[in-house]
């Protein structure tokens, strides 16, 4: 049930790869692409395209932009295959690093809220003639399953208020067990994934803890006689859409709770770009109030790079003071060791000696 055709809207032409990378986190066979300038007001995807997706051998379509409710209800009509679109894809992506009650529930409203246009949609078009099985309406109609989805969401969110209240209550005396934690946080593509495999190998993921509310892409590691819990968090979206931004929120309270921050740029991009990200990800931190933790900035991608010293030199401009800069490449294993042992140092509560500082940017 993996199978899919990504459909790519040419804004994104910078971000092809970025867009591919976020469809692969969750749908790892991309059977073709197709690029799409100027959308078709009724489909979304060119008319000729359409008539050949039927014959397809691909279980979903998968949009990376904005669809109208009629659009994905005259794809799904012609072509007979699921649709998704950017926005369920990204809430696909989030609920696999949700951790608390509170993340999962804020996800499936904010589904919820996505899929009620469509719903009514689909009862104007049930209406005129035939619709059967579309979002698994079928065996209810469509008017009875909005009004219970309806009902659903006004359900959930008391359910999240009353979680919310609970949570204001006690979060003076929670009290972290445990281990100490690390969250590797970054850019889509940056090379999070591959860093956080490289650092947890063979390691198992760890089981939920106590007053803790742990993503399911957490492992423990080993730092020299040190243990610790890395996650491999959400990520930062390019575009993010409006309407998910608090669930974006909420999924990355995995951050909140840890210890230090692994941000991985890839600084084989453009200085602006790298700028950018660097900016971006501090005013995320000080949204969900991360202020002053200790930020490695793990500048990956380096076997990429010509010039090392130059760019890392620039980069460097930017740094803040509770921020060390290592350059890696998490693919290459270059550095990582030294990551580790700043991990650990860090860990320990104890300074960065000079004779690291000669090889991170501290
Ligand atoms: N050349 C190079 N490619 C890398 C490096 N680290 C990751 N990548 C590649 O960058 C792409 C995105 O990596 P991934 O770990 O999935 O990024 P994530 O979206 O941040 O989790 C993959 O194709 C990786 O193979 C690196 O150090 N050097
Ligand atoms: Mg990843």
């Known amino acids: 049930m993996n199978k899919v055709l990504v459909v790519l809207p040419h804004k994104y032409k910078y971000y092809y790869e970025e867009e591919l ?27 000729n395209r359409i008539e050949k997706i039927k014959d397809m051998d ?18 799904t009509r012609e072509t007979e295959k699921e649709v998704i679109d950017r926005v369920l894809l990204i809430l696909e992506i989030f609920n696999l690093h949700a951790g608390s009650l509170e993340a999962k529930l804020q996800i499936e409203m904010a589904k919820l809220k996505h899929q009620l246009p469509l719903i009514k949609e689909a009862i104007r078009y049930a209406k005129l003639g035939e619709l059967h099985g579309f979002l698994g309406a079928g065996r209810y109609g469509y008017e009875k399953y909005y009004t219970m989805m309806r009902m659903k969401e006004a359900k959930m969110r008391k359910k999240l208020e009353k979680l919310r209240k609970t949570r204001m209550l006690h979060r ?18 940056a090379g999070k994934t591959t860093l956080f495999n490289k650092l947890t190998k063979t390691n198992k993921p760890v089981g939920p803890e106590p007053f803790t509310t742990l993503s399911p892409k957490s492992k423990k590691i080993y730092l020299g006689d040190k243990e610790a819990i890395v996650t491999d968090t959400v990520g930062f979206i390019r575009d993010l859409p409006h309407e998910i931004i608090e669930a974006f929120y909420a ?11 692994v941000h991985v740029i890839d600084i084989s991009k453009d200085e602006n770009s790298v700028y950018k990200e660097i900016i971006e ?74 004779d690291i500082c000669s090889k991170v940017w501290a």
């Open 251 to 261: 999924t990355l309270e995995e951050i909140s709770n840890s210890d230090i921050i």
């Open 281 to 354: 990800a501090r005013r995320i931190l000080s949204k969900i109030g991360v202020h002053g933790k200790p930020v490695i900035l793990a500048l990956n991608k380096i076997d990429l790079l010509k010039d090392i010293n130059g760019k890392i030199r620039e980069i460097s401009k930017y740094r803040a003071s509770n921020e060390v800069i290592i350059p890696i490449s998490a693919l290459k294993d270059i550095n990582i060791d030294l990551l580790k042992h700043v991990l650990k140092k860090i860990l320990e509560g104890k300074e960065i000696g000079k």
């Open 58 to 75: 691909i279980d979903k379509i998968i949009i990376m932009d904005r669809v109208k409710p009629t659009q994905i209800i005259n794809i």
């Open 172 to 189: 003076k005396q929670r009290t972290r067990l445990g281990y100490p934690h690390i969250a590797i946080i970054g850019y889509t593509c």
């Open 21 to 47: 990378s976020l469809v692969k986190t969750i749908y790892k066979d991309i059977v073709d692409r197709i690029i799409v300038k100027k959308p078709n007001p009724k489909f979304y995807i060119p008319y």
